[in-house]
C-alpha cells in the first residue's frame, strides 16, 4: 500500500506537469485566438488611446468575453511598443505590436519587422493618432472644432442611463451639420479614440468609392483576383462584394474559432484567407454578412494603386485629413492590408465627421469626394439581403427596426458594429447619432430607444 500510495502520489505530481507541457507545445487554437484577441485589444487601446493596459484586460477583455479570458495575463514593453498575452501565465502566446501611424497587428511568432517600423506615411500622423486636442481647435464650432452648439432636449435624453445603455463611452449626435449634443462614459472624453468595429467596413466603402471616383475601379468590375481566374469566383463583382453578396462561403460566428475570429486574431494576411474561401452560393444569389468580404474589399481598392506607400498613407490623406479626423486610425494587418472589415479607431466626434460626410452624399465642404449619388447607392437594398442591408457596407435594419417603419424615416440607416457600436444616419433630417461603448449584445440593450427619442425631439 505504501508503494501504491508513492505511485499514485506522482501520477498526482506528473499529470499537471504533461498537462502544462502539452498546453506550451500543442495550445488548442481557442487559447490561440483569446491570446491574439486580448494582445490585440490591449496594444491598441495603450498605444492609440493611452489606456491602463490592466484596465483594458480587465474591463475590455475579460468582463465580457469567453470565460478562459480570466486566465490571460499580459506583459507590455512600453519601448518596443509590444504586448505579450498568455493564458495561465505561459501558454499560447499571442503577440501584437504598434507602428506608428498604423495601429497595432497581431505578430503571432514573429514580426514583419520591415512592415512594424514604416519609415513615413501610415493613415495618421503621430500627434493626431493619439487624439490630441491640440490637433485643431477646441474652441471652434463644429465640424472645424470642437465646440458643440447642445440642445437641451436631446442632451437630457442622453443623461438617460436607460437611453444610453449599459457601458456607454460616448454619444454625439448631429443636426444640420452642428454637433448638438454630447456624453462620455467613466473614463472616456472628447479625445479618447474608440474602436468602432464594423462600422469600419463603412469607411471601407466610402475608400472603394473614392477610388472608383478617380477612375481607379469600377461597380461592374469581375476577375478581381489572379486566384479567382480558374474558377466560377471569376464571376463576383465589385457590387457582390460591396452588397455581402459574394457568394463566398465563411462563417461569421463569434465565441469559438470560427472564420471570422480566425482570420481577425491568427491570420497574417486576412484577405487572402477570406478570398481563398470557395463559393457557396452562384455570386450575387445570396447574402452572407462576412468580414472577409471588407478585408478583400481593401486589397482590392489597395491594389488599385501602383505604389504600395501611397495606399497606405490613402485613408489618412485623402480621408481623415480633409474631414478633420484628426484622431482616425485605420490599422493594418502583417501583410499590409487594412483590416477594413473591423480595426478603426477614432473619437466620438471624429466618427460624427464620417457621418457628416454621408449624409452630405460625400461632399466636404463644397468638395466632391465620392462619385455623385454613391451615398444613394450605398443604402440602396442588396438585391440578395431582402431588405435589410444596402449595396455599400450599411444596413438598412438595426435591432429590428427597419427603415421607413416604427417612426423612423425611409432614408435611415445605420452602421453597426461589435459590442454595441451604432451610427444613425438620416439625410432627410440631416441627423446623424452616434453610440459607441461597450455594451455585449447580452446586456439587451437596444439604441433605437434613443433613436426614436432623438427623431421625435425634431417634430
Known amino acids: 500500500m505504501r508503494g501504491l500510495s508513492k505511485k499514485f502520489g506522482a501520477l498526482a505530481v506528473a499529470a499537471p506537469a504533461a498537462a502544462a507541457g502539452w498546453l506550451a507545445l500543442y495550445p488548442p487554437e481557442l487559447l490561440k485566438v483569446g491570446d491574439g484577441y486580448a494582445a490585440k485589444i490591449v496594444c491598441s487601446n495603450v498605444f492609440l488611446a493611452g489606456r491602463d493596459p490592466q484596465e483594458v484586460l480587465a474591463v475590455d477583455v475579460q468582463a465580457p468575453g469567453h470565460p478562459l479570458l480570466k486566465f490571460v495575463s499580459i506583459s507590455v514593453d512600453h519601448h518596443e511598443q509590444r504586448v505579450t498575452a498568455r493564458i495561465f501565465g505561459f501558454a499560447a502566446p499571442g503577440r501584437a505590436v504598434h507602428r506608428p501611424g498604423l495601429g497595432c497587428m497581431n505578430t503571432g511568432n514573429g514580426v514583419a519587422e520591415a512592415f512594424a517600423n514604416p519609415a513615413a506615411g501610415g493613415n ?169 468580404t471588407s478585408n478583400i474589399l481593401s486589397r482590392l481598392w489597395m491594389r488599385s494603386f501602383d505604389d504600395p506607400a501611397a495606399a497606405l498613407a490613402y485613408p489618412r490623406l485623402a480621408l481623415f485629413e480633409p474631414l478633420g479626423m484628426t484622431s482616425a486610425v485605420m490599422e493594418a494587418d502583417q501583410s499590409g492590408t487594412f483590416v477594413g472589415s473591423s480595426y478603426m479607431y477614432a473619437t466620438a466626434q471624429d466618427w460624427a465627421r464620417f457621418a457628416q460626410f454621408l449624409l452630405d452624399d460625400g461632399r466636404w465642404k463644397g468638395r466632391a469626394l465620392l462619385p455623385e449619388g454613391y451615398v444613394d447607392f450605398m443604402r440602396k437594398p442588396s438585391a440578395a439581403s431582402g431588405g435589410d442591408y444596402g449595396s455599400g457596407q450599411v444596413w438598412l435594419t438595426a435591432n429590428g427596426i427597419r427603415a421607413g417603419t416604427g417612426g423612423f424615416p425611409a432614408d435611415s440607416f445605420w452602421m453597426l458594429g461589435h459590442d454595441g457600436q451604432a451610427i444613425m444616419l438620416v439625410p432627410s433630417l440631416r441627423l446623424a447619432v452616434v453610440r459607441l461603448g461597450l455594451t455585449p449584445w447580452r446586456d439587451g440593450y437596444n439604441v433605437q430607444a434613443l433613436n426614436a427619442k432623438v427623431i421625435d425631439a425634431l417634430d
Open 124 to 292: 495618421a500622423g503621430s500627434k493626431a493618432a493619439v487624439g490630441d486636442p491640440e490637433a485643431g481647435d477646441p474652441e471652434a464650432e463644429w465640424p472645424e472644432g470642437g465646440r458643440a452648439e447642445i440642445d437641451p432636449t436631446i442632451q437630457t435624453f442622453l443623461e438617460d442611463p436607460e437611453l444610453a445603455g449599459p457601458g456607454m463611452r460616448a454619444i454625439a449626435v448631429i443636426r444640420d451639420g452642428r454637433l448638438v449634443a454630447e456624453r462620455y462614459g467613466p473614463g472616456i472624453d472628447r479625445d479618447t479614440p474608440l474602436l468602432g468595429w464594423s462600422m469600419t467596413k463603412s469607411v471601407t466603402a466610402a475608400l472603394v468609392g473614392m477610388r472608383i471616383a478617380e477612375g481607379r475601379m469600377d461597380l461592374e468590375q469581375d476577375r478581381l483576383l489572379a486566384e479567382w481566374d480558374r474558377d466560377e469566383r471569376t464571376a463576383i463583382k465589385l457590387s457582390d462584394l460591396l452588397g455581402m453578396q459574394s457568394g463566398l462561403a465563411f462563417n461569421e460566428d463569434y465565441g469559438d474559432v470560427t472564420d471570422v475570429t480566425r482570420m481577425l486574431f491568427l491570420e497574417s494576411d486576412m484577405a487572402g484567407f477570406a478570398a481563398s474561401k470557395p463559393l457557396a452560393a452562384a455570386a450575387g444569389t445570396k447574402f452572407s454578412y462576412s468580414s472577409g
